[in-house]
């Protein structure tokens, strides 16, 4: 909510002037939540730490680094990929709705889930078969 404030409330409210509202919430309305928040964390209760803690939640912070690793040089493959089924999901989504509009907001939603889809899987299968067996092997080289 404090983030969807239009910028004229907050430089009304906290008497700003020229300095932009965004100075606040950086340095120093926010601090006291994210610290209440990760206090919360840290004592492993609340909603958000059992949500983090499901093992779904899990296999994707193991993957993360090939996640964020992949996401670049994936995104042309993917167009690419995405460009050979395209006029297929085309014909499909217009069997649905006639408003052009409609039809090109949903393939970008299509395309944009195949590559997170894309870049998760291929993230998941490097933990897998790449960083695990690497880092036992190191572990077994320097007996860590």
Same mark, same amino acid.
């Given at each position: /909510? +404090?983030? /969807?404030?239009?910028?004229?409330?907050?430089?009304?409210?906290?008497?700003?002037?020229?300095k932009p509202p965004n100075f606040i919430l950086?340095?120093?309305?926010?601090?006291?939540? @994210?610290?209440?928040?990760? @206090?919360e964390l840290a004592q492993n209760r609340g909603l958000v730490a059992?949500?983090?803690?499901?093992?779904?939640?899990e296999t994707l912070?193991?993957?993360?680094?090939? +996640?964020?690793i992949f996401q670049g040089p994936l995104?042309?493959?993917s167009l690419?990929?995405?460009?050979?089924?395209?006029p297929m999901l085309k014909s499909l989504v217009e069997q649905f709705?006639?408003?052009?509009a409609t039809v090109t907001s949903t393939l970008e939603v299509?395309?944009?889930?195949?590559?997170?889809?894309?870049? +998760?899987?291929?993230?998941?299968?490097?933990?897998? @078969?790449f960083e695990k067996p690497i880092a036992k092997r190191l572990k077994a080289r320097w007996g860590l």
């Open positions: /909510m +404090i983030s /969807m404030t239009p910028d004229a409330v907050f430089s009304r409210w906290f008497g700003l002037g020229e950086r340095h120093g309305f926010m601090c006291p939540i @994210y610290a209440v928040f990760l @206090y059992r949500l983090l803690s499901h093992p779904w939640c912070g193991e993957a993360s680094f090939g +996640i964020f995104i042309f493959p690419l990929l995405f460009g050979l089924v395209s709705t006639t408003n052009p299509i395309r944009v889930t195949f590559t997170v889809l894309l870049v +998760i899987a291929l993230a998941m299968l490097s933990v897998r @078969y």
